[in-house]
């Protein structure tokens, strides 16, 4: 299989093992073409026989050893190149995170994984790598670096995690967002950022009536446009570009803010009743 591979995907192995590694292109290229282009074996080579300490951007010195060390710690034992779920909440604890909050999220965005629930060993090393984090303990000191960065919605680091989140999330193989996921991580991500968070997660329940199963990736990209752009509704303008579900969600609120003045103006009148009785 290895051996049938294309230049262009050898050239991005070549890449991805530099990225972990720091060696130059032609030890990555003979180093992977000796293991037969398999990148995680080649890199465990590397570890194994090359304790090599190489200084990441930030210009920290990081043992790269010790980063394989840690990720060995919480490895699953039947698939060790695999973190699974059990191993990433067991390594949520070590950091005092929960496994459903948003550093977690943010960290997932870091090591650029790919799945949810899942860090394969090579974003495990590369991630830890660029964070410059060599041990949990130096991971937990970052997370509060890590969250600043993410705290204003309207950051270029907020827009690349909320859009890493789509791909992140979905069920492998599926275009579109299960309306549940998407709900969830909506308020892992929004909370205390978006004005409307509350009345979001009751109108995705269904509390209009309609039953919505996904959510397609132009919708949750705009839906980040409408969480920086409206604090009142009535700045929507539903001639606008906005999404049929955007639309829907704004026919909602305003309907909800009617029934609840109807509700209050009741209620005033039938105090006013019994104060003259």
């Given at each position: 299989?290895y ?32 293991y037969?282009w ?34 060995r ?19 949520c ?61 309207k ?123």
């Amino acid at each position: 299989m290895y051996n049938r591979l294309k230049n262009s995907e050898k050239d991005n192995l070549v890449k991805q093992f530099q990225s972990v590694t720091q060696v130059d292109a032609k030890e990555a290229r003979d180093i992977l073409r000796k293991y037969n282009w398999k990148l995680d074996e080649a890199i465990d080579y590397f570890f194994t026989n090359q304790n090599r300490r190489v200084p990441p951007s930030s210009g920290h010195r990081v043992d790269r050893k010790a980063i394989e060390n840690v990720f060995r710690n919480y490895a699953n034992p039947d698939k060790p190149d695999f973190m699974f779920a059990d191993e990433i909440i067991r390594f949520c604890a070590d950091l005092k995170l929960d496994p459903t909050s948003l550093p977690v999220l943010v960290l997932a965005w870091k090591f650029k994984a790919k799945r949810q629930c899942v860090f394969t060993k090579t974003e495990f090393l590369e991630g830890m790598y660029e964070l410059g984090c060599d041990s949990i303990d130096k991971l937990r000191s970052h997370v509060p670096t890590l969250m600043s960065e993410v705290e204003n919605c309207k950051s270029d680091s907020f827009k690349q995690l909320y859009r890493f989140t789509f791909g992140y999330a979905k069920d492998e193989g599926k275009k579109n967002l299960d309306i549940d996921t998407a709900c969830a991580y909506w308020c892992i991500l929004l909370e205390n950022k978006f004005t409307f968070i509350d009345l979001w997660r009751l109108f995705l329940s269904g509390a209009d009536g309609k039953k919505r199963n996904t959510i397609p990736e132009d919708t949750w990209n705009v839906t980040l446009d409408f969480v920086n752009q409206i604090s009142s509704f009535d700045q929507y303008d539903t001639e606008g570009a906005w999404p049929t579900l955007l639309d829907e969600f704004v026919e909602f609120a305003r309907w909800t803010e009617q029934e609840r003045q109807k509700t209050q103006k009741t209620s005033g009148e039938g105090e006013e009743v019994m104060q003259i009785g």
